[in-house]
């Protein structure tokens, strides 16, 4: 039988049983293990997928791409905070819209002298 609640319903109640079910989660490493270990499986079968390489050098290199995959994420991430703070800042009005991160001074680069 399907589900009669809409999307707007089935939304919060998901929400509400994940923290529910975290709460009750004494040793999350522990319950995240079986996903941690799939993904570098994943890794290891994209990076040796005929398995030709040791065992510890598969396990090796695919920590290497996680660690590459995550600094990736990580780059991504500040960048669209850089953005957002460079956009916020021209929201206030800002004349240029620039943000020069290298300016500590506190003053205004296109603010002509007086």
């Known amino acids: 039988m399907a589900d009669a609640r809409s999307p707007a319903e ?3 109640q998901a929400t509400r049983a994940v923290y529910t079910s975290w709460a009750s989660t004494v040793d999350r490493t522990a319950r995240t293990e079986p ?3 799939a993904r ?3 890794l290891a079968d994209k990076i040796d ?3 030709k390489l040791s065992d510890e050098q598969r396990e090796r290199q695919a920590k290497a791409l ?3 995959e995550l600094a990736g994420f990580a780059e991504r991430s500040a960048k669209k905070r850089r953005k957002a703070k460079q956009r916020k800042a021209a929201e ?3 004349a ?3 943000s020069d991160p290298t300016n ?8 002509s002298a007086a």
Do not use: E, M, W
């Open 10 to 12: 089935i939304s919060p």
């Open 35 to 37: 996903a941690r270990q």
């Open 40 to 42: 570098l499986a994943n």
């Open 49 to 51: 997928p005929h398995h």
């Open 66 to 68: 996680r660690r590459a």
């Open 92 to 94: 206030k009005g800002g």
């Open 96 to 98: 240029s819209g620039y």
């Open 104 to 111: 500590t001074s506190g003053c205004d680069p296109d603010a």
